[in-house]
Each structure stands twice: as structure tokens, then as C-alpha cells.
């Protein structure tokens, strides 16, 4: 396992609000996630970009991410993810070079193909054209990013005469780029052919096929070696669920209903997907032991990233997929938990704390004959200054 001096620390947020509830309060509340989480140190949030099902209610990550920049300082913002074949390349590109010089450099173009089959639907997009499509119009995009000569280009789909960007991205070389993986080894492919960063969406379980961690990370290192690009680990982020609390018991219980009800009524009922193999109300810890989710104390965050370094072989960026399944404060008080506990392991900045600790516990006896010497010696002092 490859050792990455500082990991980074951040939240993919889709987000999944439960049918049924106010959904301008919802909106409301992932703003204020966000604010907590500059507040608290987290490193980076991704927004999702989402059009029907009910409960992925973004639909623009580029405005939701300018409303939050101006209620935070620090956090990086990317659009988690912009999905490619639903737009024009030109104007993906334009958008993002636009929120790149209002934040003056908070911002990450991360791209998918699209996850939900009934918003491809809508737009009569074919399925099977999703990801070639993503692979064309994300080339583009880098070159706009990247070229100041005119481009001119004709695909099937969208269309280019002459085209340059007007505003050239803030940051240098470009704006960075992160391509969506979930479990397929196509979004490790697209991301070593164009030297992306990788967002791993999920811990893969060989639902389509047995693809592990590792050979995901070796599928895009091969990729971009075929293009001269190359990876790098520390850029690789894995999505995963997690929520802590003081006791393992009181974090189990805090999402027990709520955890479910995403996977079942939103994943099953909704999506399709092929519902776990667990009881409803043991369906955290199925989620739980399958690394799908860490649930637990800051302890068990810690060994549950561990644990995932050792699976993938090493990476650099841990993002917790925001799931709004308890209330407000035990949902703040989680991600606090996280920032004052579980980051500092991953960060080395303790470091400095630990090293004077254990010097000053190892000379703590002859500190203390100094400072009874010092309290004496002012004692005296005292006394003969009274006679």
C-alpha cells in the first residue's frame, strides 16, 4: 500500500432528500452543510446534477455552486458530477471557466455520463451512447480549457465553428477535471486517457462484474500510459457513507431508519436497483459490512479508512456521500466528529502535539524537581525580603 503524506477530506452531495418534505428547506440545508463543513476544515464538496426521480433535487450544480461560494471561504467546489451528454460542451466548459474566476480558483469540473436512466430517457438520449459520448465531449472540453486557436468540429450531437473561449480559465493549467467511476471500469478509462482525477463512486461488490479497487486504479494507469498521461493517487477520491456518533450503538441507531428508507424506497422502489440481502432494520449493518457505508465511533472511521487503503492499495481523497437520514444536529454533529477525530490521523497534524507530549511526559520527574526548586527558591526569596 502506497503511503500519501495528506490525505484530503470532503462530501459528494447528490444529494437524497426523502419524497415528501419541503424541498426548498432541503436545498436550504445542504447549504448549510456546506457552510459547516468550510467551518470545520473539510477540503472539497461535490454537487450533483439530477432531473427527475424525486429525490436528487439539484439540477444545476454550477448555480447551486455559485450560491455557495458566497457563503463559504476556503472549501473547493466541484460539480459532482455534470453529466456530459446533456449539454453542449462549449457551454460546460464557459460555465466553469465563469465560476473558476468568481471563486478565484475554488472550482473542480468533475463529469459522468449521467447516472439516473430515466432522466437519458427524458432528453432521448440512447443509454449505450452515454459514456462515448462523455469520452468526446470532455476531449473538447480540455481543449477548449487548453487551446487559444479556433476550434472547429462536427460530431453527430453538438457542433463547433471557430469556437474559443472568451475567458480562459482561472486556474493553470486549466480547471481541474474528475471523472466519475462507479464499479464499470469505463470512468477509470476516460480518466487516464485524459489525465483526470478519479471519483469512485461506490466500493465496487461485483454487481456487474468482479472488478476490485486495485484493478479499477490499474485500469486507469494503463489507460493513461496509452495516452502519455499520468495518474496520481493522491487525486483518487472514494465515495463512501458514513456517520459517527460518541457510541458505535447510537450511530447504528441514529440512521437505522433512515439509511434504509434511501436504499429501499429510493434505490429499490425507485430505481430498480437490486435490493440487499437484509431485513430492513438490519439493513445498516448489511451496508455497514460490506464497506458500503462506516458507521460508528471516530475509532471506527479511522480503521474503516485504513481498511479501504489497504483494499484499493492507496488514496488520497476520503468523500462522504451526504445523506440526509437523521436529524440536522446529529447529521452536524457527525461530520464534526470526523473533522476533530478522524481527519487529524490522515493529515499529520498532530504530529507536533504528540512529539511534545510524549517529550514532556518522559522528563515530567525532573521538570517537577525544577519547578519545586523554582517554587522554593521564590519562597525564600519572599521570606528574606519579610525579615
Known amino acids: 500500500m502506497i503511503q500519501l503524506s495528506r490525505m484530503k477530506f470532503g462530501v459528494f452531495m447528490a444529494p437524497f432528500h426523502r419524497v415528501g418534505e419541503n424541498p426548498t428547506l432541503a436545498l436550504e440545508r445542504d447549504l448549510e452543510l456546506l457552510q459547516w463543513l468550510d467551518v470545520l476544515g473539510f477540503d472539497e464538496a461535490y454537487i450533483g446534477e439530477h432531473h427527475s426521480a424525486g429525490w436528487e433535487t439539484i439540477c444545476s450544480p454550477e448555480v447551486f455552486i455559485a450560491t455557495a461560494a458566497e457563503r463559504t471561504r476556503h472549501i473547493r467546489l466541484g460539480t459532482g458530477v455534470v453529466s456530459l451528454p446533456y449539454h453542449h460542451p462549449y457551454m460546460v466548459a464557459n460555465r466553469m471557466v465563469l465560476l473558476d474566476h468568481l471563486t478565484r480558483g475554488r472550482v473542480i469540473l468533475g463529469v459522468g455520463p449521467g447516472a439516473l436512466a430515466s432522466d437519458a430517457y427524458m432528453f432521448g438520449i440512447d443509454p449505450s451512447r452515454q459514456r462515448e459520448m462523455m469520452d468526446e465531449s470532455l ?78 486504479w490499474a485500469i486507469a494507469e494503463e489507460s493513461a500510459a496509452e ?90 481523497k476520503f468523500m462522504v456521500r451526504v445523506e440526509d437520514w437523521a436529524p440536522r444536529e446529529k ?24 512529539a511534545s507530549n510524549r517529550w514532556t511526559r518522559s522528563k515530567r520527574d525532573e521538570l517537577q524537581v525544577n519547578r519545586r526548586a523554582g517554587l522554593k527558591a521564590a519562597t525564600n526569596a519572599y521570606d528574606a525580603r519579610r525579615q
Open 227 to 316: 495516452h502519455g498521461k499520468t495518474m496520481h493517487r493522491e487525486n483518487w477520491a472514494l465515495v463512501v457513507g458514513c456517520h459517527l456518533a460518541e457510541t458505535k450503538k447510537q450511530a447504528f441507531d441514529d440512521i437505522r431508519v433512515g439509511g434504509a428508507r434511501v436504499v429501499t424506497e429510493y434505490f429499490g422502489q425507485t430505481l430498480g436497483h437490486e435490493p440487499p440481502n437484509a431485513p430492513f432494520d438490519k439493513i445498516v449493518d448489511f451496508m455497514s459490512e460490506q464497506n458500503q457505508w462506516i458507521v460508528g465511533t471516530p475509532d471506527d472511521c479511522i480503521a474503516g479508512i485504513q481498511r479501504l487503503q489497504e483494499m484499493s492499495g492507496g488514496f488520497g
Open 331 to 354: 447529521v452536524l454533529n457527525s461530520y464534526e466528529l470526523l473533522a476533530r477525530y478522524v481527519m487529524p490521523q490522515f493529515q499529520g497534524s498532530l504530529e507536533g502535539i504528540t
Open 139 to 216: 476531449g473538447i472540453i480540455l481543449r477548449l480549457f487548453t487551446e487559444t486557436e479556433p476550434i472547429t468540429y462536427k460530431s453527430d450531437w453538438f457542433q463547433l465553428r471557430e469556437a474559443t473561449l472568451q475567458l480562459r480559465p482561472y486556474q493553470q493549467p486549466h480547471t481541474p477535471v474528475a471523472v466519475a467511476s462507479v464499479q464499470s471500469p469505463a470512468g477509470v478509462q476516460v480518466a487516464g486517457k485524459h489525465g483526470a482525477s478519479v471519483l469512485s463512486l461506490s466500493v465496487p461488490r461485483g454487481l456487474v462484474r468482479e472488478t476490485n479497487l486495485k484493478e479499477l
